[in-house]
């Protein structure tokens, strides 16, 4: 077998776990111990194991080995979030995260715990509760380190302890929003403003290269890419993805956006290539989502694949996957580093999956596309008043999507004569065809803006192999316009709201107003039923899942928001202060009346909320599959199979072949012929044949597996784990690590 052997800094050898280049040939009967040392299995993101004690031929024999209750999310009033934490295995230790954010390690063979940290530990630190989906490691000699972060701080942790390591930054923490600029350069308070990391950066040397997820409203910081020294916490590095004066891509934006806008941050993760020493990496969209007539041009980087010098942070090359973005297509997931056969050779390859479901393939070291892309004409019109949409948009020959582009009358849901009456109703009543159709005030349907390719990413095999998981969702996106909200007697609080949080739970927080709608973000009209004045408080200063931190919110305004939404203020007429106005026809953004606030722009049209259309039942509104798993040879562009993913139980049951389900969580591919994934509704992990795409084995999780699953060997045994953390769609709760191994 061709496996290049890479080492961790200080060169402790890894036997085939990374597969940047070469082909599966065979197996390697003689591993003892196999780690899985970085998110996404190695640091080319392959989600690839050249494991084969667990195969087509027994797998069925799996048996639960071990569990690990993180003690989160046992009890109701002290519930974190889902644990979408991929974790890592390191010289036999399991490292990963709870869903109240600890960080833990456990031996890998029992699940026996060595330690635990908690970062809220301290008085002084205010829970924040978001999503954390994997660690970093590095070590030199006995100096062996964790990095991983909560809210804005970055610590480094002492694998072996569990304490914070005092030489990095202050007292083993760094401040994220270090190398975001300060107020002379970006016109605003940017330590005020929301950034952390749900994926974990990736290393290089002494380096930590990261990302970060900010607010995709006008209080969005700039999602610069950024490298720290791992032994000292120092800022080494910083690329710029709203470029400067004199930098490239400076001309795609408006005059000096960069001193005004947030957004174009790489939070889906980076995968690095240590021979060539260049760190590659996907990006969001530039604030604010759906409407972006205040960034006139192109705007470079936003959702671009980037390739970077690890050492210096300087472009090698970069491709944009969606020109001035109105539709929230974020590059999802992380590149895959793939060695494909082109043209009868052998070439290192990148590959990036997106939201609307395709894939482009590009050459590692120019950033050339493999198969052609064409820059297809879209529709520019009608378009809200003040934006400028892209004439064109690229897409790639090869291979074929992997998920549904545009919305036809046959796609409707035919699960009940009524069910298709419902969404028929829907259909015949909103704009529906492009996916490039501009965000419009009359609603449109559309697929593309929830996945397609998630955050979980794929799986590939040495030999070319794409293994990709995909959602069928169809979303209504409906535009207000703003512009007239805060006219009037109302008051202070709603205008807050409908200025600072409308833009996720809709205008007086009602969302889209419809009972055929599946709310990503919740409507808050009775949400003081739900909490206390005091949780909602804690909520809105500290974030909680999706939602960031707006602590950056003058507390009197918190105050007001919280009062409107307990329906306990008085309606007076809004002082100059409370709200926010944007000049439309502007070419650039406008600030805030209150300047310290943090928000440097508030959008004149905002959408509805993060819609889902389902039927009246509940369902998706399409006709099946909802969620599909895909097998697709690079190689040649072509696909080997594609199955659905997930069922609905009671569907089943009435003879209703899977469906598939909303998936979140990716896969794991090995040498001995299965992939390992989760992800769906049914709480089921299951295995399925790499070669056919048939389940092999399936097991009923304690709670939702939204995750993606590793494997690994200690002692001769390979294990299966993922964590149980549960919660997404409404599911019930869960906080444990589960493992699976042969009898």
């Not at 609080?493 to 739970?505: D, I, Q, R, W």
């Not at 997930?646 to 089943?652: C, D, I, Q, V, W």
Request: net charge neutral.
């Amino acid at each position: 077998m061709n496996y290049p052997l890479k080492s961790l800094t200080v060169g402790l050898l890894l036997l085939g776990s990374c597969v940047q280049s070469g082909r599966e040939t065979g197996s390697k009967s003689t591993i003892k111990n196999e780690d899985w040392t970085s998110y996404g299995g190695n640091k080319a993101g392959n989600r690839y194991s050249p494991l084969t004690q667990i195969n087509t031929s027994n797998v069925q024999n799996l048996k639960l080995a071990w569990s690990y209750d993180t003690g989160d999310n046992n009890n109701p009033k002290e519930r974190g979030i889902d644990i979408q934490c991929q974790p890592i295995v390191v010289n036999g230790i399991l490292y990963g995260t709870t869903p109240r954010m600890k960080l833990f390690a456990v031996r890998a063979n029992t699940g026996e715990q060595i330690w635990q940290f908690n970062p809220f530990s301290d008085p002084s630190k205010k829970p924040r509760f978001h999503a954390i989906r994997g660690v970093a490691y590095w070590e030199d000699g006995d100096d062996k380190r964790i990095l991983y972060s909560v809210g804005s701080s970055l610590y480094a942790i002492n694998a072996l302890t569990g304490e914070k390591v005092p030489g990095f930054g202050t007292n083993g923490e760094v401040d994220l929003h270090e190398g975001l600029g300060d107020r002379e350069v970006f016109g605003h308070d940017v330590t005020k403003l929301s950034v952390d990391m749900t994926t974990p950066g990736v290393v290089y040397k002494d380096f930590l290269i990261v990302g970060s997820r900010v607010s995709e409203y006008g209080d969005a910081a700039p999602g610069y890419i950024r490298s720290f020294n791992i032994r000292s916490g120092k800022l080494e590095w910083v690329f710029h993805t709203i470029p400067r004066p004199g930098e490239y891509g400076y001309e795609t934006w408006p005059k000096d956006a960069y001193k005004n806008m947030g957004g174009a941050n790489a939070w889906s993760g980076l995968v690095v290539d240590e021979k060539r020493g260049i760190v590659y990496t996907g990006t969001g969209s530039a604030a604010v989502d759906f409407y972006g007539g205040a960034r006139k041009g192109e705007n470079l980087f936003a959702n671009s694949v980037l390739a970077l010098n690890a050492e210096t942070g300087k472009r090698v090359w970069h491709f944009q996957t969606q020109h001035h973005d109105l539709w929230d297509r974020d590059l999802p997931c992380p590149p895959n580093l793939m060695t494909v056969k082109h043209n009868g050779k052998l070439v290192d390859a990148v590959v990036q999956a997106t939201k609307d479901g395709l894939i482009f393939v590009f050459d590692r070291d120019t950033g050339t596309p493999l198969f052609p892309v064409k820059e297809v004409p879209v529709p520019t019109s009608p378009a809200l008043p003040g934006e400028h949409p892209w004439p064109t948009q690229p897409i790639p020959t090869k291979p074929a999507p992997f998920a549904r582009q545009e919305l036809t009358e046959a796609d409707i849901t035919d699960r009940t004569p009524e069910a298709h009456a419902y969404v028929s109703d829907r259909f015949k009543n909103s704009l529906h065809g492009s996916k490039y159709m501009p965000p419009s005030i009359e609603g449109t349907l559309f697929f593309g803006f929830g996945g397609g390719a998630e955050w979980g990413g794929n799986a590939a095999d040495p030999n070319g192999i794409l293994y990709q998981n995909s959602n069928e969702m169809l979303w209504w996106l409906k535009m207000r316009d703003m512009r007239d909200q805060n006219k009037g007697v109302v008051s202070k609080g709603k205008s807050l709201f409908n200025s600072t949080c409308a833009v996720c739970h809709g205008v007086d927080g009602k969302g889209s107003g419809g009972g055929d709608q599946a709310q990503a973000y919740p409507v808050l009209t009775d949400v003081g039923k739900r909490l206390t004045k005091e949780q909602i408080a804690a909520t809105i200063r500290t974030g909680r899942g999706r939602m960031p931190s707006f602590q950056h919110i003058p507390e009197e305004d918190r105050e007001a928001i919280i009062n409107f939404l307990l329906n306990t203020e008085a309606k007076t007429t809004p002082t100059a202060g409370a709200s926010a106005s944007t000049d439309f026809h502007n070419q650039g953004p406008s600030a805030t009346a209150n300047d310290n606030s943090g928000f440097p722009y508030v959008p004149p049209f905002l959408n509805n909320g993060y819609t889902q259309f389902r039927d009246q039942d509940k369902y998706p509104a399409v006709k099946p599959p909802w969620g599909t798993l895909n097998a697709i040879d690079l190689n040649t562009g072509e696909y080997l199979w594609r199955v659905p993913l997930g069922e609905y139980p009671e569907l089943s049951k009435k003879g209703i072949p899977p469906t598939g389900t909303e998936n979140h969580g990716g896969p794991v591919v090995t040498a001995g012929g299965l992939i390992f994934i989760a992800a769906t509704y049914d709480e089921k992990l299951r295995a399925f044949d790499k070669k056919t795409g048939n389940v092999v084995w399936e097991y009923k999780l304690p709670a939702g597996g939204f995750a993606t699953p590793i494997t690994y060997m200690v002692d001769g045994k390979q294990y299966v784990a993922i964590a149980a953390g549960g919660t997404r769609y409404g599911l019930k709760p869960g906080g444990t690590y589960v493992a699976f191994a042969l009898p």
